[in-house]
């Protein structure tokens, strides 16, 4: 029997999954899959599936269940799975789920842990659209915790900076929706299968760390 542990970070877009998972990544040598790292890296390749699912992350949509699953698939079956995963943004379905569990049951593995991260609503919307962007020289900026010295300018270059389109207000507001009508089932789906262990995701990201490195610990 491995000891490799398979865990899911689940919660709202701007709960802080991406840090926490790249801390459990670095502390405990897992593969960090990040469904929507992926797809960011095939719109910049402008791969024919990046080109499909910007048109829905643009919207703030979910891409289909169908090319996401067998994107994330050939993801697990690279060697460096073996010793275990932390999956970010996904699943985010409740038929990705289940194809998760069925591709891990393959392999005699399963989810050890579905680490659900709090954040309220009103926090969530000032994360998200806090984040602006240099066109120029792709500096990134956050409104609230590391603003550019003037307001709306790059402090390299001056350039007016810009917003990316899934984290403009409308398309934030539209992302939320989505979690809470597809996502958020699957809170009880993990809760039903005694996987589920939730945190306080609105403690500094030391503290929400420690929360879930004692969790993962005592697994
Ligand atoms: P994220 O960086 O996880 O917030 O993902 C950005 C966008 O990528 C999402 O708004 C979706 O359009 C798409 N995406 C990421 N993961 C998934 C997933 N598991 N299922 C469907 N769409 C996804």
Redesign the pocket.
């Known amino acids: 029997m491995s000891n490799a542990k398979y865990l899911i970070l689940l919660g709202a877009?701007g709960a802080g999954k991406g840090t926490q998972a790249g801390i459990l990544r670095e502390k405990f040598g897992l593969a960090h899959i990040?469904?929507?790292d992926l797809?960011r890296e095939n719109v910049s390749k402008q791969t024919p599936l990046g080109k499909l699912?910007k048109s829905?992350?643009d919207k703030?949509?979910?891409?289909p269940d169908d090319v996401?699953i067998q994107m994330v698939m050939d993801r697990i079956a690279r060697p460096d799975c073996a010793k275990g995963v932390v999956f970010d943004?996904?699943?985010?379905?409740a038929a990705?789920a289940k194809a998760l569990d069925v591709a891990l049951a393959k392999e005699g593995k399963k989810i050890n842990a579905v680490l659900l991260v709090n954040v309220r609503d009103e926090v969530l919307v000032e994360r998200l659209t806090a984040r602006w962007t240099c066109p120029t020289c792709g500096s990134v900026y956050n409104r609230l915790s590391s603003p550019p010295k003037i307001e709306g300018k790059c402090d390299k270059d001056g350039s007016a900076l810009t917003q990316r389109d899934?984290d403009k207000p409308a398309t934030v507001k539209n992302?939320l929706t989505v979690y809470y009508t597809q996502t958020a089932p699957l809170i009880d789906f993990y809760r039903n299968a005694g996987t589920l262990r939730e945190t306080d995701g609105e403690q500094s990201i030391e503290q929400v760390q420690a929360a879930i490195v004692k969790i993962v610990e005592s697994l």
């Open positions: 877009p990040s469904s929507g797809f699912a829905y992350m703030g949509e979910l891409v996401t943004g996904f699943p985010r379905t990705q899934d992302r």
